[in-house]
């Protein structure tokens, strides 16, 4: 039978958040209530709703999501751990749960990091978990979320970080389906100089996918989760034949439990993740083990055929960063990001002149950028507008001194 309280968290939630009136709820539990009356099964209150046109698919999973996250928060606010107070719970990961908390000493909300219960009395993973904040805690780039403090209380080992307030790209994704080519692009640029930066730092992530980035409200896109990275201190920490990272975007030799692993992994995994944005779904479907045996040994299902209405040079891209040799993906993020220009520029309004476009893919391939092109070509018509502005001042001048030699000619 249909729990009353989950009907009353969800009718507050969809009437605080202005979902659906108070009059179409009170509408919907009446035909409840007439069903129960008349022996009929009984139904969800959300059930009503849809089948009357009143909400919407999207908008019963945001609730949902909503009423879950309302009774997380219930369940562990008021705990403290260290100097932090926590509010609620944002995630959970393969290493351990995050949660929203306030810095007591600060004032200030933030993320905290706390080490699974599971993993609390694991010597390997105790160790994990504080190199991953360690490390974490020396990288500065504003495509990263930044960590600010190492701490353990009793038995419990946390770490604080930046809150993020946003959402995952998984989470737009599961709420609004495929994204646009230019809002996907955007994110795939930001997390391209993430990913830049950790490599001059000798850290792959390895388990970059939408799930572990963050946009915040301004647009700007932020890679966590740092939990499978590896180090130079991975010898010690990691056994033989392990194999870390999530399966719907793990490398091939990431899956195949090899050891010499460079930033070439990372850029599967961002290509799985950039098919992720576009196609609206992963790669491969199926169980764990199977979808990583995909990864291996299959081909990529053909971005094309999900959405033939990207540009041509979107389907090489995805399949060059997700090819299964990694000596055929690109060599260099310089490389990576000619390729993610030259699509955004192909994106650009068609109303561009042909002749304009033309030139910028040649200045591209010569090693100039988008933006520089396009400041250029900004600058050199405005330039024209101004020279065009002094023609036609200077034209009428002479117009206007012709006509004044002609009338004293006639007198």
């Not at 993993?119 to 504003?142: C, I, P, T």
């Not at 960063?321 to 390729?339: G, I, Q, T, V, W």
Request: aromatic residues 6%.
């Amino acid at each position: 039978m249909p729990d009353a309280g989950h009907e009353l968290d969800f009718a507050t939630i969809a009437i605080g958040h202005k979902v659906v009136s108070r009059e179409q709820i009170e509408a919907a539990q009446q035909v409840l209530q007439q069903e129960g009356l008349a022996g009929k099964p009984r139904r969800e209150l959300e059930d009503v709703l849809l089948e009357r046109g009143w909400i919407k698919a999207e908008a019963v999973w945001a609730i949902y999501k909503a009423r879950d996250r309302m009774h997380r928060d219930a369940q562990s606010r008021g705990q403290r751990i260290g100097g932090y107070e926590i509010q609620g719970k944002l995630g959970e990961g393969g290493l351990g749960v995050v949660y929203k908390a306030r810095q007591m000493s600060m004032g200030r909300i933030i993320a905290l990091k706390v080490l699974h219960e599971k993993w609390a009395h694991d010597d390997e993973f105790r160790k994990r978990f504080l190199v991953e904040a360690r490390l974490v805690g020396r990288l500065s780039h504003q495509n990263l979320i930044q960590v600010f403090d190492v701490g353990r209380h009793k038995d419990t080992l946390y770490y604080s970080m930046e809150f993020i307030d946003g959402e995952t790209v998984e989470d737009r994704i599961e709420r609004d389906g495929k994204m646009a080519l230019g809002e996907a692009l955007d994110i795939l640029f930001q997390i391209t100089r993430a990913l830049q930066y950790l490599q001059g730092k000798g850290i792959v992530h390895r388990d970059v996918k939408p799930g572990n980035i963050m946009v915040t409200r301004a647009g700007v896109a932020k890679l966590g989760d740092f939990g499978f990275v590896k180090s130079s201190l991975d010898s010690v920490l990691s056994s033989e034949g392990e194999v870390l990272g999530t399966p719907d975007y793990i490398s091939p030799e990431c899956a195949l439990g090899e050891k010499d692993l460079d930033f070439r992994s990372d850029l599967y995994s961002l290509g799985a993740t950039f098919y992720h944005m576009l196609s609206g779904r992963p790669p491969f479907g199926g169980s764990g083990s199977s979808v990583m045996e995909a990864h291996i040994k299959e081909s990529v299902p053909p971005l094309a055929t999900l959405r033939p209405d990207l540009p041509e040079r979107a389907f090489p891209l995805v399949d060059r960063l997700m090819e299964k040799d990694r000596e055929k993906r690109h060599a260099s993020f310089a490389e990576l990001f000619e390729d993610l220009e030259l699509l955004r520029l192909e994106a650009l309004p068609r109303d561009l002149e042909s002749d304009s476009r033309s030139a910028m893919i040649r200045a591209i391939s010569q090693g100039g950028s988008v933006d520089e092109i396009l400041a250029r070509e900004k600058t050199l018509m405005r330039r024209i507008r101004i020279l065009t502005g002094v023609a036609i001042g200077f034209g009428a001048a002479l117009a206007a001194a012709v006509g004044a030699l002609i009338v004293l000619l006639a007198r």
